[in-house]
């Protein structure tokens, strides 16, 4: 298939590196690819970033058959421009799919169009430290229809968004809240796929944890309300002893890149990683015991971040001395150096612009 490429009349004035934050700002182009069943994808092409016109009746307004897709794109010392495990998100984009009944779509030729679109807005790729190009891949059901089937066309796009820390609170600790009344996913839903119901259910617990002075839920399973799952925009690790703790994907959790990153690069250093069920209790009493050294989230957004503070049960505790550590501190240099092309890469991780 030919990329048809037009491009924009009038190109956007850039944000300046210090005002980024996440999410705020878009590129000047966008890629889009339709889908119906004659045809399969079709029709892909680069134009200028603009609205998606709709009916109101369209069906993701309606079930969010959506799924979507979160990968970074980083600019080196030297300049040049470099993804981090980008075939590893396009995979999980189409298992993503399998789940909402999406049909799938060729990951080499959307790598090829991701690089056509990244080189395109390269001028976008902010410099400072710690920003990125966001790269947001998704994928929309378009019938107009309000009976309740998958979809029979849809819309593929990618957009792009200069960014700078996830949090508010940058790599300071962020504090997480644990609720037994609500829950995110449960074991056959779809918590494991990237799909815009998953965050849209997360929304109201979060903003009461929010009102409470906590930054994010920090998930348990749905059936024991016990087990911790992941947070809403990153999964989890404690450390407790010399034992680097993440919940196992249990299937209603997301297989995070930046989670599979952090096992392999803890354990290339020699530390123990287990991928087990870790309940609120045993966090609770590694606390008391003096053993829960250090917990923290992992993320594309949120990179790694390290939390200060759990509150369950109106029981707050705080981590370590509430401050940044060593090991968190550690794999994000580590994990950051080989993303900004400051490290070698010896698990292939990166894929430089071509
Ligand atoms: N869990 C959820 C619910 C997420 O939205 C994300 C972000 O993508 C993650 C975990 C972390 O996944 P990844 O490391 O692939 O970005
Ligand atoms: C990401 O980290 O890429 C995500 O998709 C999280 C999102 C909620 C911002």
Redesign the pocket.
Known sequence: MEITIKKADKLKKHPEDSTLGFGTFFTDHMFNMDYNPEKGWHNPRIEPYGPIEMDPSTMVLHYAQAIFE?LKAYKTDSGEIQLFRPEDNLKRFNKSGHMLCIPDFDEEFILEALFKLINIEKDWIPGAPGTSLYIRPTIIAMDPYIGLRPSHTYRFFIILSPVGA?YAEGFDPVKMWVTTDYVRAIRGGVGQA?TAGN?AASLYATDLANKDGYTQVMWLDGVDLEYVEEV??MNIFFLIGDELITPQLNRSILSGITRDSVIKLARSWGSKVSERKVSIHEIYEAHEKGTLKEVFGS????VISPVGMIKFKGKEITIGDGNVGPFAAKLYTELTNIQYGKADDPFDWIMVLR
């Not at 993320?299 to 949120?302: L, M, P, Q, V, Y």
Request: hydrophobic share 30%; no cysteine; charged share 10%.
């Open positions: 979160g996830y990237k965050y809403g925009a993320g594309t957004a949120a």
